[in-house]
Nanobody
Framework: QVQLVESGGGLVQAGGSLTLSCAAS????????MRWVRQAPGKARELVEG???VGDTYEQGRFTFSRDNAKNMLHLQIGNLQPEDTAVYYC?????????????WGQGTQVTVSS
């Protein structure tokens, strides 16, 4: 069964940090373009960032993205969390050159940042 399962969300005070994880099963993330997407209340989903199937870890501002192909897992560390980071965070997988119609989505993990 093809599946993505996110974990690690929770309630955090502003300025804190969290590490979200995404465990994949039924397929190899090394064959896919992996992304983190978030959706805040009342807003459309927005791309946090994508982690290519080439790179393993990179930082972008407050976000550190990493993938562990051996464990078939993806991680997202968010530092200096702000209330505007409050959202459901989703893990997404897409075959390179593939259609969005065939995307694989997790169920999401809630991140709530209090001020």
């Amino acid at each position: 069964q093809v599946q993505l399962v996110e974990s690690g969300g929770g309630l955090v005070q502003a300025g804190g940090s969290l590490t979200l994880s995404c465990a994949a099963s039924g397929f190899a993330i090394s064959d896919y373009y992996m992304r983190w997407v978030r959706q805040a209340p009342g807003k459309a989903r927005e791309l946090v960032e994508g982690v290519s199937n080439v790179g393993d870890t990179y930082e972008q501002g407050r976000f550190t993205f990493s993938r562990d192909n051996a464990k078939n897992m993806l991680h997202l560390q968010i530092g200096n969390l702000q209330p505007e980071d409050t959202a459901v965070y989703y893990c997404n997988a897409r075959k390179p050159g593939g259609s969005a119609d065939n995307d694989i989505w997790g169920q999401g993990t809630q991140v709530t940042v209090s001020s």
